[in-house]
């Protein structure tokens, strides 16, 4: 018996030793390991960086172009004045050029405006879908939550239903009650263990989803989510009233919305587009800069080939007819900033939209948090009132066995309804840009 123990004993602690090994993350964590992991994160941060390189690629065109030129090699020249015919001779050149833009009426500035603006939008739409993770983080860690709920509440109406086979065995030995009673009370119990097993296997699922979501490629799970023991007698008291009604919370996301500050970003980069294509109607002014040296072997040939020369050159270039390209060109970016104002406008109502829906969502789902509660009150009472009865002999198994499974369903709607309640605010937090 003293090896018994001893061989449990060492098991447990085994046993705990391995549970404690693994690493716990709260929400907050997770999300942090969501911004380091997550591939469509990784993904939108490139984009956005690649953005970036345009801007400063477009910025570049305010700086001179500066490029050396070197070459070698054997050239031949008519010698008017040799009469052995054409001079053939080695020959060593090289050039340096310089190209420095003065003024081209907003050009360059609008490239440039239309590449910063198109960065921030990128840099928005990055910051969104940050803000959309952390959202999705959320609600996958309360659905962990939710279901490792669940598991507790299906262990308990395992225990319930083995205290009723047990009390019907009884009860059939005593010939109080019929065989009928134990044979109800096995099939329930049969049925409380798949549903256990369920529970057991959707809470796999949901750490699955969290791992996707979190970026977590490892092939085993070796981690858990914080969690604490739920009082659910206590519940709805723990809820609290959201911080902003729905008409602040709608100008709450009007100003901090990321989706929207991408908008309008888009919207002044089809404006510097504007910009751009109508100074293609001007000229642009430039400064050329041209320093040349080359060097023949051949004396002759030095004749005709000046060893340096040099140019500096003030440079107009003005395309003076396209056909009507630019004028097409004009009106074509004029709408497409038109697009982008309505586009704009569109947002606004689909987060307005979206807003009222998720705060109309969160008081639901208190309220509904609130019922479920005194419904797992009123079915605990009812519950037990008929185990009384029935074991006074006053009713039924069936009428014993409804008040069980209601008094296990009301629990669990209860623990689905509180952690949808978080999950709503969630997606409050992240409608209005919280």
Known sequence: MKKTILYVSLTLAMYSSHVSAKE??????????????????????????ASTSRYNTASSEYLPSV??????????????????????NNILKGEL?????????GKTQGRTATQKFAADSYSMQNMQNIANKKQNVKSAYYDV?????????????VQLNKAQLYRSKRYFQAGIRTKIDVSDAKVQLIQAKLDLKTAEYNLKLSYANLDKIVGFTALENDYAVYSKKLELDKLYQSLKEYDLNLHNAILYAYQNRFDIKKEQALMQSKQAD???????YYPALYLGANYLYQKAQSKELQLFLPETQWSAMLNLNWNIYQGGATDSKTQEKSINATISSVQLANTKLIIKASVTDAYIN???????VELAQSLVDISNEKFDQASKRYEHGLSDYIELQEARQGYINSKAILVVDYYDYYIAVAKLDNAIGK
């Open 97 to 105: 050029s310089l190209k420095q833009l003065l003024y081209d009426f």
């Open 145 to 157: 939550l939710k279901s490792l709920a669940l598991i507790n509440v299906q262990k308990e109406n």
């Open 67 to 88: 490029n050396l030129t070197a070459s070698t090699g054997r050239v031949a020249q008519s010698a008017i004045f040799n009469a052995n015919g054409d001079v053939q």
């Open 274 to 280: 504007i910009r751009t294509t109508k100074a293609e």
């Open 362 to 368: 969160v008081y639901k789902s208190k309220d509904t």
């Open 24 to 49: 716990v993350f709260t929400v907050d964590q997770l999300i942090l390991e969501s911004l380091k992991n997550a591939p469509d994160l990784q993904i939108s941060k490139l984009q956005y960086d």
